[in-house]
């Protein structure tokens, strides 16, 4: 091959590789994650990382005159496929389609990668985890969507935060949705009011006032289309979804959408209040989740702590656990009609974050034997033989012609806990060297004879 | 929405969904993988799913006149990407762009679904699992190859295979070569030969002969173009690739690559038997590996046991884990000249195969709490609080309207292990009854007092 013709190695825009600390603390959180799952009942699924591009649906992008747009699709001779964009589509169909041998309420988690074909930046990727808890049938929407908010709850502090580090934010898309039509909002204005509301956390009051009318630039310059109701109706609707409380709510609203939302919203947190993480879930009417298909029933997760990109800016990281109840979504599938309730952890996110609180421990128990000699690789083998028989995570060096500082430089920088040393001495008496290499003492070398190996590597590790 | 506009669920042809018993056991053998690697001292890696399409690779397919054919690629505005389609080509890209931060030799474990655009059908799909253990670095290549070997025995060990279930067979490439050329066989031809040798155990001896000279119609009744050998040519490859044993190789072969290649393979069996699988691992010349990019050491693993497809027909489901060395493969890249050797492991086909022996054991162990009357759904409540902080796995029933014997079928579709049934009486006395739903006797209910509750499930489960 020819020098110029070499390759040069990167990533395409908006993609990257994950290894080391931060690795194995999304390996960890994912770890949690599926642990509380399924200790409420949950089981996996494992959808196709393709669909159909029809039974995606249209209820997918923000940018409602090209609904497909931020899909990665491709077209095969007879077919159009579309790489998965998220969970709950593919549940939709899984459903739809295998009903008759799914038990009701069919509770699912799954996990994986899903795609987005976005314009990337420097925060937005186009791939990225989520983690998905769904409860598909037609049960206690009360109840049901209970597991779901304590489920949140539950996992967070699993992950490790306090109860000051985050808060599980619910409203019910309902109560809006009711004022939106008594204040004689068009419809095809209606979704756009609700994405304005939903765009509270980024923007702010003032800024979505704006959206809510004229319209505003973004901070790319962009114009954001406004939803043009007059300064009256959006005054109405900003000072409403202040409300944080259920009987002031009931006091302020009489059209009926709004008291059926309402009426849902207070049957939940009575279901709550029998739970152990009431005092964690809160009320926030501004949540109520861009995606068209949310009937009732939103929720959002908020960390309260702060969290800097990798410039060290601070940033709005936004929500890392979102969900809600789809009474539509799956009756769009021929001769089915399920109602559902779900909500997906932004693994990714969630990572990112706790990645800067450094709450969780990690420590690499691995051991590595080194090779003093070429002569003696089976008396290395034996020892290394035995370590994993007991399970103990262990190499044996890969390179003789390596001296022992380059071999103690491997094991430093791959973070091994134990060094096992055996030289000519060592081999003649049937005894062992350890070396510790997380202690700073000088006296971090002990030798013990080889019967004793696994006994002594228990306690030190 | 009209009724004609609903849609028909289905999926994309060569893809399919997992759930129930085939996950949990697909589970379960990822976990077992995983953690046999970690006791290797493997780390983990995660790579992007998609990569900058010129990087992966024209090494890929098999039909060497269209090399690209059979990846999933998108067209972006700027870049041409395309969607994972092993994990070694992402494996090459990351150490040359990452080596300056790396640890070598560099032990990475990854896994994850690739993609293949082939012609799907009933035993091929699109996408699926593997499972890779890698090596890089300029190390002893007997002992990193070693290493592989024994990490693929004690990885099928650890699945539940015994030693007469599976066979690691191990060969090493440059033998053939050296053969090949000394056969005066074109350079043109030799990958050809190469690809007719890699296809021993799917067509035996006859139908390689056919392919090493005039070509074979397959059972689809399309052509395989044969390498043109002489019928001298072919018996000679054939008769020697049937060889086991080392010192009849040396025996039999001059030329100086084939003995380079002997000369590995030889150090390599030394390495393992120095190991606990030595009985395992076989001399097999026929593995030589259908990819360009391997170098020497070769790699197969084969189940010695019968495996039947959907419709009860036996088939030969071939190699559950391969791989090799590639010493060229990472050079490719500028700057960067580092030797490696892996395998990966075919999760799914794996899993295909083991859960047609049922030798691992699965055992829902979920308590479901009934709902008598929704009147006590505090009571209720304040019972599955108490299982899931002793993280026992438990759900309430989320359907107040159900009667007993529903909520017993789901209990029972589902498979959980216990019922917790309380009603009045119970209430009253702060009692609870547990029913045991994996008993077949009469008395499989007791009533124990609440405090005893997390005691006896724990004695039940």
């Known amino acids: 091959m020819k020098k110029e013709e070499k390759l040069t190695p990167s990533l395409p825009k908006g993609f990257r590789d994950r290894w080391g600390k931060e690795l194995a603390l999304k390996k960890n959180i994912i770890k949690i994650i599926e642990a509380n799952f399924i200790k409420y009942g949950f089981l996996p ?5 393709m669909e159909i591009t029809s039974n995606i649906g249209s209820f997918l992008a923000e940018d409602e005159s090209n609904p497909m747009s931020d899909v990665f699709t ?3 001779s007879k077919e159009s496929l579309t790489l998965r964009y998220d969970m709950s589509a593919p549940l939709a169909r899984f459903v739809a389609q295998n009903y008759r041998d799914l038990t009701f309420p069919f509770k699912r988690y799954a996990y994986g990668d899903v795609f987005r074909r976005e314009k990337p930046d420097s925060a937005r990727y186009r791939s990225f985890m989520q983690f998905d808890a769904d409860i598909v049938g037609n049960v206690s929407e009360a109840q049901a969507d209970g597991e779901i908010c304590n489920i949140i709850a539950d996992t967070f502090k699993s992950c490790g935060l306090n109860n000051n580090q985050f808060s599980v934010n619910v409203s019910n898309r309902k109560i809006i949705q009711g004022i939106v039509s008594e204040l004689k909002i068009k419809k095809t204005q209606e979704e756009r009011v609700i994405r304005a509301i939903d765009k509270m956390d980024r923007l702010g009051l003032d800024g979505v006032k704006n959206i809510l009318q004229d319209g505003r630039k973004d901070e790319s ?14 005054n109405t609707i900003l000072n409403f979804i202040q409300i944080k409380d259920i009987s002031e709510l009931k006091k302020s609203i009489k059209n009926s959408l709004s008291k059926e939302g309402i009426d849902e919203l207070s049957k939940l947190f009575d279901i709550l209040s029998k739970g152990k993480f009431f005092d964690l879930i809160k009320i926030n009417l501004n949540i109520v989740r861009g995606l068209a298909y949310y009937s009732g029933f939103c929720v959002e997760t908020n960390l309260n702590f702060n969290v800097k990109n990798s410039k060290g800016k601070e940033i709005d990281i936004g929500s890392c656990a979102s969900g809600g109840r789809y009474n539509s979504l799956i009756k769009r599938f021929k001769g089915v009609d399920f109602k559902g309730t779900g909500m997906s952890i932004g693994v990714d996110r969630l990572v990112f974050a706790l990645n800067q609180i450094n709450q969780i421990d990690f420590n690499n128990k691995n051991v590595l034997v080194l090779v003093l000699d070429e002569k003696y690789l089976d008396n290395y083998y034996s ?3 035995l370590l994993r028989e007991n399970n103990i995570n262990s190499e044996i060096y890969l390179d003789p012609s390596k001296n022992l500082k380059k071999q103690l ?3 430093d920088k791959k973070g091994c806990s134990l060094a096992i040393i055996c030289g000519q001495k060592e081999i003649e008496k049937n005894s062992i060297t350890i070396k510790n290499l997380k202690s700073k003492n000088e006296n971090n070398q002990i030798t013990i004879s080889k019967e004793n190996l696994i006994n002594e590597i228990s306690k030190l590790q």
Chains 1, 2 share one sequence.
Do not use: H, R
């Open 383 to 385: 020892i290394v033989n």
């Open 221 to 234: 310059g962009a114009f954001i289309k406004g939803a043009n109701l007059t300064s009256e109706q959006a």
């Open 45 to 49: 699924l494992e959808t196709s990382p």
């Open 74 to 76: 491709f077209e095969d």
């Open 409 to 411: 430089a491997y094991a």
